[in-house]
């Protein structure tokens, strides 16, 4: 079992920066990959981002590429979502999601989700 409760949201302004973090409880972090997900008002909840229970492998939606890094310290059972350049665009609830070893692309393959952090960018 794992609990996820993910912090660092807020409102900044078009261009601005923000660095979310997920915390993990429970002693099996490691061993899960884990994703960053967002859904704006009125959308489907989409993949932002994905890393590898190592660390090694990470992955990005197009929409955010080159712009958002994610990152995971596992001696801290805590996954991080860095976000830079942000846009309008990016205005949504942000969820953290963990599933066994490896990341996909996929929501309904995630076993596990956090509450969500509102993440509001203004233009």
């Known amino acids: 079992q794992v609990q996820l409760v993910e912090s660092g949201g807020g409102l900044v302004q078009a261009g601005g920066s923000l660095r979310l973090s997920c915390a993990a409880s429970?002693?099996?972090?490691?061993?899960?990959?884990m994703g960053w997900f967002r859904q704006a008002p009125g959308k489907e909840r989409e993949f932002v981002a994905g890393?590898?229970?190592?660390?090694?492998?990470?992955y990005y939606g197009d929409s955010v590429k080159g712009r958002f890094t994610i990152s995971r310290d596992n001696a801290k059972n805590t996954l991080y979502l860095q976000m830079n350049s942000l846009k309008p665009e990016d205005t949504a609830l942000y969820y953290c999601a963990g599933r066994p070893y490896i990341a996909t692309i996929f929501r309904g393959e995630y076993e596990y989700w956090g509450q969500g952090t509102q993440v509001t960018v203004s233009s």
């Open positions: 890393i590898n229970w190592s660390g090694g492998n990470t």
């Open positions: 429970g002693r099996t972090f490691s061993s899960y990959a």
